[in-house]
């Protein structure tokens, strides 16, 4: 079900979706599939009749690729994306101030970064939410009133045919920057008053070319620069705007192509797909959840796109907020396991936030003599063998929220860190873990769930859509029996509870960690503390 061709009959009320999504950007359809694939009913609502053509992000991390796996397009990430290889920082002079290589299979079970052509991400994202039943997609509406009535949410759009009315259980808002949604329940914003207008030369290239470095940023005070790789096919270059330079000057095409040619690109040897003047922000909404109403992507947050993380955390906040949504409308949790969305993902959004403006101070240097201290100390830094990082700088440990906790309400480690994936084998299909076992609430122990609980608590697992998986080492035969068995071909799963101590380890459909157990005396704590956080009613539980 997709596009106006089913759109309803002007002035009816429309189809009674779970859950309406405001914004068909990748954020809003990540979100879509998240919750579709959880067989709720859901309904896009988009503006623009037709999708957008060019690119905007280039990039996305190991964390987002096992996110966008979840949402169905594992399969064709090569069609739009590969590998970003490496990241090289050079100042003007052209010596090299950092640099990193990027792990082909990181700790998501992904590359660390994906470069990526984002029309066809949409595309891919569009064909798969196509083939779902219960979402649909309408192209061409525009939100223009939203009612919380305390039950149910509706919202009025501005359609093809005339104005229509969608009723929903809860909407989310991810219809980006100028977010209709956001302004609707005047949720406040945080702007930090950081920005820079840089112009964004979108390129395809006449003939192939290989890059070395593959991604390149250029600290030179007189020009600060980027060249990147923008998917397979497609690259992209970014130019600061001076101090003083006017505006209607800078983003003319006739200046695109003037600073293009410091990298050597011509009309003669590429085609200027597209170049815009983009002025990068750095701000996000105070509150998340506003009654039935909750926010996503752009229209919750904005940074500047120094560290690659504006789309990224997107993807985070539909991973956070799909499974919690689904456990609400299939009432196994009540609705204040919403409040940990706005707490876990505006943490989260608050460091890539302040990493992402560290990085563009360190960038945007136009200062002569500030950008040779700076070069100083990076090179030296880089000669004593200490810039390691960066390879996933945005894996920050959950310390809020949704997470197992002492009797000071601290989380117990390893509460609250991203969970790896391995590959695994199971019954002759080898894989990533996800791609063997699907997602969702997983409980990892190296003996038999059920000599670890009573009837009572594992009933409380199933209920609550917990699936029980013993690791064992590559090479040891299947043992069968009631839990679901794989073999942990690289040992990934296994030292994760090893490092811990852990007998059980407990992660969320969002693949951070819950809690894990030495004991079957700690795993009954557990699993109590689990259903105690989503409010889950006591008759459930019996």
Excluded at 10 to 18: H, K, R, T, V
Aim: net charge negative; proline share 6%; hydrophobic share 40%.
């Amino acid at each position: 079900m997709n596009d106006s061709a089913a759109a309803p009959a002007p002035g009816q009320e429309a189809f009674e979706a779970d859950v309406l999504v405001v914004g068909a950007g990748p954020v809003g359809l990540v979100t879509a599939l998240l919750l579709a694939r959880q067989a709720l009913r859901v309904t896009v609502l988009e503006r623009w009749p037709e999708p957008y053509p060019m690119p905007r992000a280039v990039s996305f991390d190991g964390e987002s690729a096992r996110i966008l796996a979840a949402a169905g397009v594992g399969d064709v990430v090569g069609e739009f994306g590969e590998s970003s290889r490496d990241y090289t920082w050079r100042n003007g002079e052209g010596k090299v101030l950092f640099h990193v290589d990027v792990e082909d299979v990181g700790r998501s079970g992904w590359p660390d970064s994906t470069s990526m052509y984002q029309p066809a991400l949409e595309a891919a994202l569009a064909a798969r939410a196509a083939a779902l039943p219960g979402l649909r997609i309408l192209r061409g509406y525009e939100v223009v009133a939203l009612t919380d009535h305390g039950d149910r949410v509706t919202a009025t759009a501005a359609g093809p045919d005339g104005p229509t009315e969608f009723t929903a259980s809860w909407i989310v808002g991810c219809d980006g920057a100028n977010s209709f949604v956001r302004g609707a329940v005047d949720a406040g914003m945080k702007d930090f008053g950081f920005f820079n207008d840089w112009l964004t030369c979108d390129v395809v290239l006449h003939e192939p070319r290989e890059f070395r470095p593959n991604n390149l940023q250029v600290c030179d005070p007189a020009r600060p620069r980027t060249e990147v790789s923008a998917g397979p096919g497609h690259r992209r270059w970014e130019f600061m705007r001076i101090p003083g330079e006017p505006v209607e000057e800078f983003g003319r095409a006739e200046n695109a192509w003037k600073l293009l040619a410091l990298f050597g690109i011509t009309p003669d040897n590429a085609t200027l797909e597209r170049h815009a003047v983009y002025t990068f922000q750095a701000r996000y909404a105070t509150e998340w959840r506003v009654g039935r109403v909750l926010l996503a992507g752009d229209a919750a947050h904005l940074m500047p796109p120094f560290a690659g993380q504006g789309m990224c955390s997107g993807f985070r906040d539909a991973a956070n907020l799909a499974w919690k949504l689904g456990l609400v409308l299939r009432g196994r949790a009540g609705e204040a396991l919403l409040d940990t969305y706005t707490t876990e993902r505006r943490a989260h959004v608050q460091h890539a936030i302040g990493m992402s403006m560290d990085l563009g101070r360190v960038i945007c240097q136009t200062d002569p003599k500030a950008a040779r201290d700076r070069d100083a100390i990076m090179i030296a830094t880089r000669e004593r063998g200490l810039d390691r990082g960066g390879r996933e700088p945005a894996v920050q440990q959950l310390t809020e929220g949704l997470l197992h906790r002492d009797a000071d309400g601290r989380p117990i480690a390893p509460a609250g860190e991203l969970g790896p994936q391995g590959r695994v084998s199971r019954d002759g299909a080898e894989g990533r873990l996800d791609e063997v076992l699907g997602t969702g609430f997983t409980l990892f122990t190296t003996v038999p769930v059920a000599e670890l609980l009573d009837g009572h608590r594992l009933r409380t697992l199933a209920e609550l859509g917990v699936r029980a998986v013993r690791l064992t080492p590559a090479g040891r035969p299947d043992t069968g029996g009631a839990d679901t068995t794989v073999r942990d071909l690289a040992g990934t799963h296994l030292d994760q509870l090893a490092r811990t101590g852990a007998t059980a380890l407990l992660t969320r459909p969002d693949f951070y960690v819950f809690g894990a157990a030495g004991d079957a005396a700690e795993l009954a704590r557990l699993v109590d503390a689990l259903a105690a956080q989503l409010c889950v009613p006591d008759g459930s539980r019996g």
